[in-house]
């Protein structure tokens, strides 16, 4: 009987232990967390990077349906800045980090920890993610130059090697970009300029280079879809817009100025996201060695963040792990940037954006003037050549006054149009400038036509 009873104590045991070794088995495998069904994510990236990665993701965890909220990283910013009382989006996806200083400064994002292993703390000089842990780095961005082989070879145009070349007198008419206002990416070109050649140096090539500009484009993708389709010739671009469009059959090349900087291209968990599970899935599978590969697909091609991914990268693709020359000549400064963000912005549309045909005309006279003087010696001519230069060169404001916290805050609206009417303070300030602008940009025109005509 004790034996009956013995055998059935240890078969209930060995049931019982069983029975919680099944369990705990089962319930390792399901999710720490269960995902939510939908995500929402507000991000500047064109369709052919959301809809790639949208498409891996969902087949990672085909519960969750994507939703993409398109809009130009200065909007997107505003746009989370107005519905934060009452938000329904779950993560902001954009390549500017000084656009996610704005919304962590607003309180506006949450902090995540990683999970996913092998990634680096930076890229280049650059933190990979924000020290702070609300937003991350999922992959690495570069700004230079694209052009369309067979544009400049119809054209009898040189290749283009620095930004300098750019501001060449044969490059009249042949380049394109965005403008800073509409674009993060543009902003952060504009910025690295800045940062790189110093405030006044910078503008002065800045404007060289504009008044050689076909368009200033509506949207940042219209610049690679203009190079692409022979538009114009050669464009201001993020890396990714000028390799994809290579690997997808375009005749086009791409390069990174000496004169540039590497900084990551960042994703971030909205504050107070109604779906914070399938955000931090979206992150995860970003940073992981499936969504990493997922960045080298031709319609994509950006630099990811984990080292190890490059080994599977196409012959020739870019590497700044290994080519420690991409971006070393800036240190890019983040709280500069965001310490001027608006007033940069305001200062492109104003000296560039709304007054480019004036900027083409009186770099068009500079340059043919400069042509007839040759190495001829006429000092009167040079000297008014000089007086035009320094006229088109000549920024509003101090590097100083950009800076300064009372004086960037006064720029909240963005001028979209020329049309689009600003009020107050910022109102007042833009119209000084722009007559200032103007101005200076006719006077130009008039010493340089009168230069030619002494030659």
């Known amino acids: 009987m004790r034996e009956d009873y013995l055998v059935i104590f240890k078969?209930?045991?060995?049931?019982?232990?069983?029975?919680?070794?099944?369990?705990?088995?089962?319930?390792?495998?399901?999710?720490?967390?269960?995902?939510e069904d939908k995500l929402v994510i507000v991000t500047s990236y064109p369709p052919d990077t959301t809809e790639t990665v949208k498409k891996a993701f969902e087949a990672k965890h085909p519960g969750v349906q994507v939703e993409m909220l398109k809009k130009k990283t200065t909007a997107g910013i505003k746009y989370l800045q107005e519905t934060k009382a009452n938000n329904?989006?779950?993560?902001?996806?954009?390549?500017?980090?000084?656009?996610?200083?704005?919304?962590?400064?607003?309180?506006?994002?949450?902090?995540?920890?990683?999970k996913v292993q092998g990634i680096p703390e930076k890229v280049g000089a650059f933190?990979?993610?924000?020290?702070?842990g609300y937003y991350k780095g999922f992959a690495a961005s570069g700004y230079g130059i694209m052009w369309n082989t067979r544009y400049i070879k119809a054209k009898k145009l040189p290749e283009p090697k620095?930004?300098?070349?750019?501001?060449?007198?044969?490059?009249?008419?042949?380049?394109?970009?965005?403008?800073?206002?509409?674009?993060?990416?543009?902003?952060?070109?504009?910025?690295?300029l800045l940062q790189g050649e110093g405030w006044d140096k910078g503008w002065k090539l800045m404007k060289d280079i504009s008044g050689n500009f076909k368009t200033v484009t509506?949207?940042?993708?219209?610049?690679?879809?203009?190079?692409?389709?022979?538009q114009f010739g050669l464009g201001i671009v993020i890396d990714f817009f000028g390799l994809s469009s290579k690997a997808s059959g375009f005749p086009v090349e791409f390069l990174y100025p000496p004169v540039t900087t590497l900084v990551p291209a960042n994703i971030a968990i909205v504050n107070k996201a109604p779906h914070p599970e399938a955000a931090a899935a979206f992150i995860e599978f970003l940073l992981s060695p499936e969504g990493?590969?997922?960045?080298?697909?031709?319609?994509?091609?950006r630099l990811p963040v984990n080292p190890a991914t490059y080994a599977k990268a196409p012959e020739g693709f870019p590497n700044p792990f290994k080519d420690k020359s991409i971006g070393a000549a800036v240190k890019f400064d983040l709280d500069l940037s965001k310490s001027r963000y608006n007033v940069v912005n305001s200062l492109f549309d104003v000296m560039v954006t709304y007054r480019l045909d004036d900027l083409r005309a009186a770099t068009k006279a500079i340059?043919?003037?400069?042509?007839?003087?040759?190495?001829?010696?006429?000092?009167?001519?040079?000297?008014l050549l000089d007086e035009a230069k320094a006229l088109v060169a000549a920024v509003p404001i101090t590097e100083k006054q950009a800076s300064e916290k009372d004086f960037n805050a006064i720029f909240k609206k963005k001028r979209k149009k020329a049309t689009t009417k600003v009020t107050g303070r910022q109102a007042e300030i833009e119209q000084q400038w722009d007559e200032t602008v103007k101005a200076?940009?006719?006077?130009?025109?008039?010493?340089?036509?009168?230069?030619?005509?002494m030659l």
């Open 11 to 35: 078969w209930n045991s060995l049931a019982g232990t069983l029975g919680a070794a099944v369990a705990a088995a089962m319930l390792s495998a399901l999710p720490a967390h269960a995902l």
């Open 88 to 114: 329904t989006s779950d993560m902001f996806w954009a390549s500017a980090p000084d656009a996610f200083e704005v919304l962590k400064g607003d309180s506006l994002l949450q902090k995540y920890q990683v």
């Open 127 to 132: 933190p990979i993610n924000d020290p702070d």
């Open 162 to 192: 620095t930004w300098d070349d750019l501001a060449k007198p044969v490059y009249h008419g042949h380049v394109g970009m965005s403008a800073p206002s509409r674009s993060g990416t543009t902003h952060l070109t504009v910025e690295t």
């Open 218 to 230: 509506e949207r940042s993708f219209g610049v690679p879809d203009g190079v692409n389709s022979g």
């Open 292 to 301: 990493q590969e997922v960045l080298l697909d031709p319609k994509i091609r």
């Open 367 to 383: 340059q043919d003037a400069e042509e007839k003087l040759g190495g001829k010696s006429n000092a009167d001519a040079k000297k």
């Open 440 to 453: 200076n940009y006719a006077k130009a025109k008039e010493l340089a036509e009168k230069a030619a005509a």
